[in-house]
């Protein structure tokens, strides 16, 4: 009787801790190249650091600003000065959180032997362009630990999006004592430490990565999830197959050739919704073939037929013939004229500046195209190779390489054209601007121009809205006028959401954290 009563309550135990444990299975594209919010570059990498890691400003369900790290700051009267309050926080090794932690961070982050490509984010911050650029001492970074829980921090001009920029992972904050102690190693599942709603439990490359619910979160009682599982998912037709099998409960993407059928049969769970993101092609203009050849890159600018490609993508695209993404407050996109010619007349001109560049059908240019493993992308790829093929003449060899692969070739420059794409980190045209500052690090078209850096220096002094939106336009007229990239299409957001899946907000950011999800079945 005993050994029956003791078999039914352990079954009743373990039923009822299987019961009560909450878990939410995502998948996330790409394999994460770095874990480490300093050294992160892509969205692969953002939604994870996003559940770890909280900044001094952190992101409602809806992915407006709200009090993170910070319950509260001040701003003096010239806009300059920010002060920064510190809640009360631990890390989820259960040290606390200091305004120390911050300084760290952003020191690291400008400091040129980290290697951030997200440094110039700083770059409002007093001496934080002079540090990367390896002219000023690290620690003349314009940020101070007042004391535990006041953070100061000086910035060069005004900035009105200085609070989008916080939410960034690169000023998120880090544990020094972590970092110091396993150096490159402290990324590993067993020595990561974040100040987030979630922490690493697990990580099996190139599969999936789990977190679990971090109890020194300041905001863990208003966490409803156990447990979130990021599953690798590059192929997109095997993702939709795990989504209908019940394996996922939210899909990073959908195939663009299924969207009818989905729409048709799935109607209630396919979430797409316009955000601020542009996909495009970028030029290698360090070296030849495309430095000092800019009748060529025109000429495939305007041989790439917007209109066939967005229709490939399938899903309520539109073109894009500018960088910054339309919606953008209190700014409006600069479009070329040709943006009004019908496709026969861009091809016509292309053809023309083919011709002048010292190509024809008879003579082509030979050229590789790089794009990152994603069967979205090898279509618009192989879409694009055909277009200029068809159009000009030109023979394209398209090379796929996996994300770290992919991000590096582009980091070093060893391409000729890459596929990419870029999706704004705060409500504000800089943030795409900002891209192609000299020197910068995601400048991963070597873009080297003095007068479009000193327009976007400019604008960042300017305090009046109006002339601060004006100075950007011509920065954005003068980016796509060298043509040093192609702007192909703005993106839209296409997920597949189950129906207890329950909690988050359709946003033009495209982030979705996890700590605002429930489930609900």
Same mark, same amino acid.
């Given at each position: ?343 026969? %007349?861009? =091809? ?7 011709? &002048? *560049? ?5 003579? $082509?240019? +030979? ?126 957001? %296409?997920? =597949? ?7 988050? &907000? *359709? ?5 979705? $954290?996890? +700590? ?6």
């Amino acid at each position: 009787m005993q050994r029956h009563l003791l078999a039914t309550l352990l079954l009743a135990a373990l039923c009822g801790g299987a019961q009560a444990e909450t878990i939410f299975r995502r998948s996330n594209d790409a394999e994460p190249a770095s874990m480490d919010p300093q050294l992160a570059q892509g969205m692969p990498e953002m939604h994870i650091l996003r559940d770890m890691f909280v900044g001094l400003v952190d992101e409602d369900a809806g992915a407006r600003p709200i009090p993170g790290a910070a319950a509260s700051w001040d701003v003096s009267s010239d806009g300059k000065t920010w002060t920064f309050h510190l809640r009360e926080a631990n890390w989820s090794d259960g040290k606390p959180v200091t305004a120390d932690d911050f300084v760290y961070a952003w020191r690291r982050a400008v400091d040129p032997e980290t290697g951030s490509k997200y440094a110039f984010f700083l770059y409002p911050v007093k001496n934080a362009k002079e540090i990367a650029e390896g002219t000023a001492a690290v620690d003349s970074l314009g940020i101070t630990a007042v004391d535990a829980h006041t953070l100061r921090v000086e910035l060069n001009n005004p900035t009105p999006y200085f609070t989008g920029l916080l939410s960034n992972a690169a000023t998120y904050p880090v544990p020094r004592h972590v970092v110091e102690k396993y150096g490159k190693d402290w990324t590993r599942a067993e020595h990561i430490v974040g100040n987030g709603a979630f922490k690493m439990r697990e990580w099996k490359p190139s599969a999936s990565i789990t977190l679990e619910k971090s109890p020194t979160y300041y905001g863990a009682a208003q966490v409803a999830l156990d447990k979130v599982i990021y599953y690798v998912s590059e192929d997109k037709n095997a993702e939709l197959q795990r989504y209908r099998a019940g394996e996922l409960d939210w899909t990073a993407d959908v195939p663009n050739d299924q969207i009818k059928w989905l729409s048709e049969n799935l109607g209630d769970e396919l979430s797409i919704h316009n955000y601020l993101g542009t996909y495009y092609f970028g030029f290698n203009l360090t070296k030849e073939p495309f430095k000092d050849a800019p009748k060529l890159r025109e000429a495939l600018n305007l041989a790439l037929d917007r209109d066939r490609i967005v229709k490939l993508a399938g899903s309520g695209e539109t073109p894009a013939y500018g960088f910054v993404t339309p919606g953008v407050s209190g700014y409006t996109p600069y479009i070329p004229d040709y943006a009004a010619w019908d496709y026969a %007349k861009r =091809l016509e001109r292309a053809k023309k500046l083919y011709s &002048e *560049a010292g190509y024809s059908k008879d003579k $082509p240019f +030979k050229v590789e195209l790089l794009y990152n493993s994603n069967d979205n992308n090898k279509k618009v790829a192989i879409a694009v190779a055909a277009l200029w093929k068809e159009g000009l003449g030109v023979e394209t060899t398209l090379t796929n390489k996996e994300w770290k692969a992919y991000l590096n070739d582009r980091r070093e420059y060893k391409t000729q054209i890459f596929r990419g794409s870029w999706m704004g980190d705060y409500d504000d045209a800089n943030t795409y601007l900002d891209l192609f500052i000299s020197g910068g690090g995601s400048n991963t078209i070597g873009l080297n121009d003095p007068e479009y850096d000193k327009i976007l220096a400019a604008a960042a002094a300017e305090t009046d809205a109006g002339k601060r939106a004006a100075l950007l336009q011509s920065a954005e007229k003068r980016l796509i006028d060298q043509n040093g990239l192609i702007p192909v299409y703005y993106f839209v957001s %296409k997920h =597949l959401v189950k129906p207890y899946v329950k909690g988050y &907000e *359709a946003n033009v950011m495209n982030h979705w $954290p996890s +700590k605002y999800i429930r489930i609900e079945k």
